[in-house]
Each structure stands twice: as C-alpha cells, then as structure tokens.
C-alpha cells in the first residue's frame, strides 16, 4: 500500500536526496502508478507496523478523522503524497506536533520550489491549492530556471544546495532559505566581484526578486584538500585579504577541488568587507586556521 511504502523508506527519505540508492524519478513514478491504482481500488488503511502519529501528520488535519473512520479519498491520499515528496525535495523534517508541522505546510506554499519549475513542483503547489493534479507530472524532472535539480546536497545558514544538470555538466544550484535572502544576496554581490582562479566561477546570477545563482561543482569533504595543490587555497585567501575581506569561514566544507585537482575556496555566506576597519591579526587568524586544516 502506497503509505505502507512511503512509510518503510522513512529511514532513507530523512535524508532526502544524499540518501544512497533513492533517485527522485523512478521514485517519483511508482508514486504515480499507486496513485492510479489507488483510484480503481477501495482504500484501506493499515497501522500496522506503522507509527500511527506519523502517519495521520501526514494528512490535513481537518481529513485526519475520515482517515482514522476509513473514509480517506483519493484527494486524501494525494496529499499525504505531496507532504511526503516535499520532505524529500526540501529536506525539510517536521516536528511530531501538529501545529508545527501545519506551520511548515503553509510555509510550503511560498516556497521557490513549489512557485518555479515543473513535475513535483507543480504537482504539490496543485495538491496544497486545492488544484486538480495529474499525476503524470511526477515523472517530469524538477527544474527551477532552466537548471535541472538532480539531488539534495545540503542546508547553510542562507542557502539550499543541490546538485544540478546545467548544460549537461554537474553544477551547484543554490537558493535562499526563508528569512536568509539578505545574507543570500549579500554572498552573490562577493561572488560575482571576486574573480580569482581559485574562487568558484559563477554561471548564472540573479539577485532579484527570487534569488539564486548556479556555479561550478567541486568535490568536498573532510580531508579532500589534502587531494591536490593547497597553495591555490591560501591564494584565493590573500586575494581576499588584499582586498579588506575576510572569509569568515574556513573549514573542511568550504574547501573544494575541481575534477583537474585544483582548489577552490568555498562559500562566502559569512564574509564582511572591513576596510579601514581591516585588521592584520583577523586576516592573520585565517591563514593559521586554514594551515591547521591542511597540515
């Protein structure tokens, strides 16, 4: 049953797309094809095994009564579909209290991902707005601007990441986080000024009034730089410093190598212009943090 199925890949959909083995689009489509089978046949609901709290969360509160009295529809089972994808596309992990959770649904629904792109997008923003859903838009890949998203990379501070298709190269698509679009911005501003060998070059930048930008994909990871040239690492980092910017955040995670082995120096969501401010033992501070780091 498709909830049973839903619910047995918990472990796995937490994790969202970092999950090993969990591709969006054959997931995606075997979605579609119990929700076709859903229509021809009666709908049973069976607790077994299952946690009964999570389960009814995923249904809208004013359905979770039907649900329990076994009279949950098609429109039902929709929904609880569309709340489970979205947790797998946003890597968002609702709280086991209900007011929070119904918080976030409504969160959704300004989200970017629901607002821009086609397949899932389109298909949760219809189910949450009460929109007649074809369930043949799974299977579509998401794309938001033009850039297919592939899979989940990780949640900052400011910004979304995920691993992108942009001209068939692998790319990194970032968005802004709710109440993190100043900052976002503020780190694009930095990206699209500094130009540097061993900064992340930029393909495409918008800071309007939906945000994002699309750049290169380097490999990272504790330990990685230690895989290549780290001299590049400390130039992009005198780069910065000559011109009264501190990083402000050097760690394994920001520190990057493209496929030829050549470091890229990550992330600019914490860096401050200081000026006449600038003071030699911050940048100095820095510097010994990164040789700690690759020592």
Not at 17 to 39: C, H, N, V
């Amino acid at each position: 049953m498709l909830l049973r199925q839903l619910n047995d890949l918990l472990p796995a959909l937490c994790r969202g797309f970092e999950s090993q083995k969990t591709e969006f689009e054959p997931y995606a489509a075997q979605i579609a094809g119990e929700l076709e089978w859903l229509r021809i046949h009666p709908v049973q609901i069976e607790l077994s095994g299952l946690c009964p709290l999570d389960f009814f969360l995923l249904f809208r509160p004013d359905r979770r009564t039907a649900v329990l009295s076994g009279n949950a529809d098609i429109s039902d089972w929709q929904w609880a579909v569309a709340v489970r994808l979205t947790e797998l596309l946003t890597n968002i992990h609702p709280d086991l209290k209900a007011d929070m959770f119904d918080t976030l649904l409504r969160d959704w629904e300004r989200s970017i991902l629901l607002r821009e792109g086609s397949g899932l997008p389109e298909f949760v923003r219809n189910v949450f707005c009460g929109k007649p859903v074809d369930e043949r838009l799974l299977t579509e890949p998401v794309v938001i601007h033009g850039v297919k998203l592939r899979r989940f990379i990780a949640k900052g501070s400011t910004s979304q990441v995920y691993l992108a298709d942009f001209h068939g190269s692998d790319s990194v698509f970032k968005i802004p986080v709710g109440g993190g679009e100043s900052r976002f911005r503020k780190e694009l501003e930095w990206l699209r000024c500094m130009k540097h060998p061993n900064l992340p070059e930029v393909f495409v930048c918008d800071t309007g009034d939906t945000p994002y930008c699309v750049m290169e994909w380097c490999h990272t990871g504790k330990g990685i730089g230690k895989r290549g040239k780290t001299s590049g690492f400390f130039k992009a980092l005198d780069y910065l410093h000559q011109r009264f910017v501190l990083h402000g955040d050097i760690r394994w995670s920001n520190l990057g190598l493209r496929n030829d082995g050549s470091p890229v120096l990550l992330d600019f969501s914490h860096s401050k212009c200081v000026g006449d401010r600038f003071s030699a033992g911050e940048a100095d501070a820095e510097t010994q943090k990164l040789k700690c780091l690759l020592a």
